[in-house]
């Protein structure tokens, strides 16, 4: 089982509309969780970093995190051509030195 | 404040020959990280570190070398040049709340 898990898409969604991107992991002491976005040929951009059950919102995004079912999601409302991306979920490992891995990432396409 | 920064840019090697990757932060992070990422594909950790004088490998450690005698800086070694080292390889700190990149050295082994 790989350590973060996500669907590596392409998930197409028309502009406006809301993009949902999902990310399980397998270490359940995991306690903390980054979103980030890469543009192709760039470095990952950080979106969100959440900690808490629930929700956390920062403009258009939407960070959701379920520990008990051990996973994090990231909705993104009126998405924009720009928004066109491959979105990466990585999670804090639990114990030793805390390492942060990474999910392959899912790639969006906002449809003008 | 420059972030993290990575040099260089772009480097092709011969097989066999060595070369460092250097990093920088100005953010005084404790945690460094270093991943590779093939095209196309996810990012997977090399090495990291949690302060000066501490590191830990990470997935696919062999064939690269770290070392952290400083919060700033964090060097990535790679010793006689293979072609599957070709690659991206980006840099990272990290605090409790936030994980910055560099823009990363891309790299080619011939």
């Known amino acids: 089982q790989k350590e973060v898990e996500q669907n590596s898409g392409p998930l197409s969604v028309p502009e406006g509309a809301i993009a949902s991107l999902n990310c399980t992991y397998s270490d359940r002491g995991s306690q903390s969780f980054f979103w980030y976005r890469q543009y192709s040929g760039k470095s990952p951009e950080l979106i969100m970093f959440?900690?808490?059950?629930g929700d956390k919102e920062d403009g258009r995004f939407t960070a959701q995190l379920n520990k008990a079912s051990q996973y994090v999601s990231l909705l993104i409302r009126d998405s924009q051509p720009s928004d066109s991306a491959t979105y990466l979920c990585a999670v804090i490992n639990s114990g030793g030195y805390q390492k942060v891995t990474f999910g392959t990432g899912t790639k969006l396409q906002v449809i003008p | 404040n420059a972030g993290v920064t990575q040099t260089p840019k772009f480097r092709i090697l011969k097989i066999g020959q060595s070369m460092t990757l250097q990093c920088t932060q100005d953010m005084n992070h404790n945690y460094m990280y270093w991943y590779r990422q093939d095209p196309g594909m996810g990012l997977k950790l090399i090495y990291y570190s949690v302060g000066a004088g501490i590191t830990d490998k990470g997935e696919v450690p062999n064939g690269y070398n770290v070392s952290r005698s400083t919060t700033e800086d964090f060097p990535l070694r790679l010793e006689l040049a293979a072609p599957s080292q070709t690659s991206v390889y980006f840099c990272?700190?990290?605090?409790?709340?936030?994980?910055?990149f560099g823009p990363g050295t891309r790299l080619t082994v011939l």
């Open positions: 959440i900690y808490s059950n």
């Open positions: 990272a700190s990290r605090s409790s709340d936030e994980q910055f």
